[in-house]
């Protein structure tokens, strides 16, 4: 006979939001979640100012030697600290082609 446990074994909780040990898992997730999306908010202010001002001095929208030393810097941050390189290049990646698409829109308003 199973165990008493008032529905909390691993089989009949997993699925749902009572088990404790995963309800403090995703306590946990969520506080970096809004971490990252913070941070990410303090970095489009940024480089919300970097597009206004590369469009007020004619400047190009992208700077591809800039990227990629970012690029080799964070595979490197990456790498030392467990995260998978190629992952960390392709987030910066979609990160900077939004920031780039920005500084175009900011271009062309002038
Ligand atoms: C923010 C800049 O503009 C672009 C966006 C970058 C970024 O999001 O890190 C880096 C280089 C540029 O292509 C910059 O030139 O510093």
Do not use: C, W
């Amino acid at each position: 006979m199973p165990p008493s446990d008032g529905g909390r074994s691993p089989h009949s909780s997993v699925a749902g939001t009572s088990d404790e040990v995963l309800g403090a898992y995703r306590r946990s997730i969520d506080n970096i979640d809004a971490a990252i999306i913070h941070m990410l908010a303090e970095r489009f202010r940024i480089t919300q100012a970097v597009g206004e001002y590369k469009a007020t001095h004619e400047l190009p929208p992208a700077d591809p030697s800039r990227e990629e030393r970012q690029v080799a810097r964070l595979r490197a941050l990456a790498t030392e600290s467990g995260l998978d390189p190629e992952f960390s290049e392709k987030f910066l990646r979609f990160v900077i082609d939004e920031v780039i698409h920005h500084h175009v829109r900011a271009a062309e308003r002038g």
